[in-house]
């Protein structure tokens, strides 16, 4: 039997995710939640916007 150990949890605080890796995973998320692709690639775009005066146009296409 062989094991394997780290230091840190990965996605944790002291070994985050990589940004891109960190999105895939919101969609992947949305996609076991029942959502469709595109409804959890859209939420992504809002949440990553939710923030900036230009996010207007997010939030009405979430919506659909």
Same mark, same amino acid.
């Given at each position: 039997? +062989? %094991? $394997?150990?780290?230091? +840190? *949890?990965?996605? !944790?605080? $002291? #070994?985050? =995710?990589? /940004? !891109?890796e960190l %999105?895939?995973?919101?969609? /992947?998320? #949305? =996609? +076991? ?6 409804? !959890? %690639?859209?939420? =992504?775009?809002?949440?990553?916007? *939710?923030?900036?005066v230009g996010?207007? #146009? #997010?939030?009405a296409s979430?919506?659909?």
């Amino acid at each position: 039997m +062989h %094991e $394997l150990t780290q230091n +840190h *949890m990965r996605g !944790g605080s $002291l #070994a985050p =995710l990589p /940004d !891109g890796e960190l %999105e895939r995973k919101f969609v /992947d998320k #949305a =996609l +076991h939640g029942g959502w469709s692709k595109p409804r !959890g %690639e859209r939420a =992504l775009v809002w949440c990553t916007n *939710m923030f900036n005066v230009g996010a207007v #146009a #997010a939030v009405a296409s979430f919506r659909r």
